[in-house]
């Protein structure tokens, strides 16, 4: 089936999206549900890193009004005229972006703001494009979504430690958050897709399309709309149902390579929907640039050997910013066992 888009959405691919009706029940089932308040979530945690390298949290203690802060402010932004959110791109990474991910031509149906928090919040300067009040008040939402989204990558980066028995429990947790790691912060809005309308259902149209995430980790929250899918190892495709009161976590490639690949960097991607925005606000949490990756001796025991060539960040970063979405990020780093 075709449908004719105005540029640039016209580069948009149109991906096979048939569900089987009960799609959401089955899918429901395959993604591991971590009850942060239950006595011992250590062990399905990592469980749930080695099987899918995905999982969603419940019981997380997150502060609701500051999700919901948050949400109403990302809603304004990007409820302003293009003109004015155009002025904060084009995101090179970094910025308002529109369509157009990263910059090697990939596209999706979405629009974003990709913020650079290394040293903290984001720097009010990423921010002046807007006028003062709209500033402010988003960047103090944004303020405080960070500190308590450090705050739970970094309990969850804890149990994933204690789960897959290593020590220091905060031996993850500790490379993310110290000083001039690298950390970002991304709020993407997926508008309805009218050109979906009347296609009852037979194609998709990619909103964010098929990768993995680089980082160590990434907490994903969004609203109650569907459209995220998760990749299973034998590459079967399965939507995530919504749960704007959950966090979903994926493991990053660099998490991937410090685990000897028992954690897996999981492949997911979004599809645009036909009459519900989507609005999600993702934290990334990586290595500081300089900081060699390869995996920890503690988990290479019995001989094993590393599946990776060493690597510092920035030397993936580099390799990363001139690679496609879709790549596979981590084969120019890969060892032949
Ligand atoms: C096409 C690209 C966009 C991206 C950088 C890259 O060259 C390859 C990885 C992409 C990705 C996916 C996860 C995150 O959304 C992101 C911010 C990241 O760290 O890697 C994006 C990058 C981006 O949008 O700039
Ligand atoms: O917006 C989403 O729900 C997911 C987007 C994503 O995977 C990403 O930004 O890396
Ligand atoms: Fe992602």
Redesign the pocket.
Known sequence: MVVLLNPPTEQLSLAKACKPKNAHAAAAAIVPVIDLSSPNPAADVARACEELGFFKVTNHGFPKHVTARLEAEAARFFSLPEAEKEKGGP?L??GY?NKR????G?MGWVE?L?LDITSGNPRPASLDFLRETSATSLCSALSEYISAVRKLACELLELMAEGIGIQPRDVFSKVVMGEGSDR?L?L?HYPPCPQLQGLAGSAGLTG?GE?????IV?VLRSNNSSGFQIALRDGTWVPVPPDQDSFFINV?DAMQVLTNGRFRSVRHRVEANRCKSRLSM?F?G?PPPQQVIRPLSQLLTNGERSRYKEFTWAEY?KS??????A?N?LAPFENML
């Open positions: 995101a990474p970094f972006g991910i990263g910059c090697n990939d974003y990709l970002m991304r993407n964010f990768h993995t995430d680089p980082m990434s990053g993702i990334f990586g970063k990363s910013y001139n690679s496609k979405l790549d990020r």
